[in-house]
Structure formats: structure tokens, C-alpha cells
């Protein structure tokens, strides 16, 4: 059996990218837990499998790639007539005068710090039929920070169990 998972071990950073991915993609990320994902990469970095710059690779790129497929569905679906009638609807009228208008890097940063919004944001602005160009141009940064916040958060929390616990 532990032949098995060490012969697992280089494709780690790859396993990362696919998590990162589900975690953020919109029809399996309402449902996976984030915090499973964290705790897991810590004992991987922990007993020396992965480095902290293969993890924030991994993880951007797979967050990235999640992200931009919402993006796109949204954009390929906002077509769709069960879309347009909910895109009549005031409040989405509201939120699209937030994000196409005014303020779509706080709309972008505000989605990924809600938990539950995560996964829909990117497909929500995809669907107002933001501007690619645009969403890239402000999901690209907050997701670097988004990630490497979160791997800052994990090395310090290691640092600490193992100077304080063990």
C-alpha cells in the first residue's frame, strides 16, 4: 500500500492544481470543503513531499483555470432563456451596474472572501457578459494574493504547531 502512494508522490503538485480547481469550480465547489484541501497540503509540506512555491503554483493555476471555466460557462449560458429572465430581475440589474459600471475588482474580491460565493461569482460575471479582458485583468492578482494569503496562513500555523506542540 505505501508503495503505491510514495510512486504518487511527484504528481502531488498536480493533485493540488485539480483540487484547486474543483474547490473553486462552480458545480463541485458548493459542495468540497477548502479547509480539508488546507490541512491536507500542510502534511504533505510538512513531511518535506512539497515545497511552499510548488504548492502556490499549483494552486494559482488550478484556482485560475476554475475560475476562468465559471467565467466562460457564464458566458456561453447567459444567452440561454431562463437566464435572460433572471438577468431582468432588479437586484441582478443592481449587481450588474456594480460590476460592469463601477466597481468589479471589489465585486471579485468580495466573491472570493464569501465562501458560498466563490464557486459563483466568476460564472455570475461571466453571465452579465463582463469583458474577458477585464475580469482577467483583476481576477489574476486576487487570486495570487487569495492563495498566497492562505499559504502564508498554513506555514505559520505549521511553524507554530511544531514550535509550540511537538
Same mark, same amino acid.
Given at each position: 500500500? %505505501?508503495?503505491?502512494?510514495?510512486?504518487?508522490? =511527484?504528481?502531488?503538485?498536480?493533485?493540488? *492544481?485539480?483540487? /484547486? %480547481? *474543483?474547490?473553486?469550480?462552480?458545480?463541485?465547489?458548493?459542495? $468540497?470543503?477548502?479547509? @480539508?484541501?488546507?490541512?491536507?497540503?500542510?502534511?504533505? +509540506?510538512?513531511?518535506?513531499?512539497?515545497? #511552499?512555491?510548488?504548492?502556490?503554483? #499549483? #494552486?494559482?493555476?488550478?484556482? $485560475?483555470?476554475?475560475?476562468?471555466?465559471?467565467?466562460?460557462?457564464?458566458?456561453?449560458?447567459? +444567452?440561454?432563456?431562463?437566464?435572460?429572465?433572471? $438577468?431582468?430581475?432588479?437586484?441582478?440589474?443592481?449587481?450588474?451596474?456594480? /460590476?460592469?459600471? &463601477? +466597481?468589479?475588482?471589489?465585486?471579485?474580491?468580495?466573491?472570493?472572501?464569501? @465562501?458560498?460565493?466563490?464557486?459563483?461569482?466568476?460564472?455570475?460575471?461571466? @453571465?452579465?457578459?463582463?469583458? =474577458?479582458?477585464? *475580469? %482577467? $485583468?483583476?481576477?489574476? =492578482?486576487?487570486?495570487?494574493?487569495?492563495?498566497?494569503?492562505?499559504?502564508?496562513?498554513?506555514? &505559520?500555523?505549521?511553524?507554530?504547531? @511544531?514550535?509550540?506542540?511537538?
Amino acid at each position: 500500500m %505505501f508503495d503505491w502512494l510514495s510512486a504518487l508522490i =511527484p504528481y502531488t503538485p498536480f493533485f493540488i *492544481f485539480v483540487a /484547486a %480547481f *474543483f474547490d473553486v469550480f462552480a458545480f463541485t465547489g458548493l459542495f $468540497l470543503y477548502g479547509g @480539508t484541501l488546507l490541512v491536507a497540503i500542510a502534511g504533505l +509540506h510538512a513531511s518535506g513531499v512539497i515545497t #511552499a512555491p510548488e504548492i502556490a503554483l #499549483a #494552486a494559482i493555476a488550478g484556482t $485560475l483555470l476554475g475560475s476562468g471555466t465559471n467565467f466562460f460557462i457564464g458566458r456561453r449560458s447567459s +444567452h440561454l432563456p431562463f437566464v435572460q429572465k433572471l $438577468l431582468q430581475k432588479r437586484i441582478i440589474k443592481r449587481l450588474d451596474d456594480l /460590476a460592469n459600471k &463601477q +466597481h468589479l475588482l471589489v465585486f471579485i474580491i468580495v466573491g472570493r472572501f464569501i @465562501t458560498l460565493a466563490r464557486p459563483l461569482y466568476s460564472l455570475f460575471l461571466g @453571465t452579465l457578459e463582463v469583458s =474577458p479582458r477585464r *475580469f %482577467f $485583468l483583476y481576477e489574476i =492578482p486576487v487570486v495570487i494574493v487569495w492563495v498566497l494569503l492562505w499559504l502564508f496562513i498554513l506555514l &505559520q500555523g505549521e511553524t507554530f504547531v @511544531t514550535k509550540y506542540v511537538f
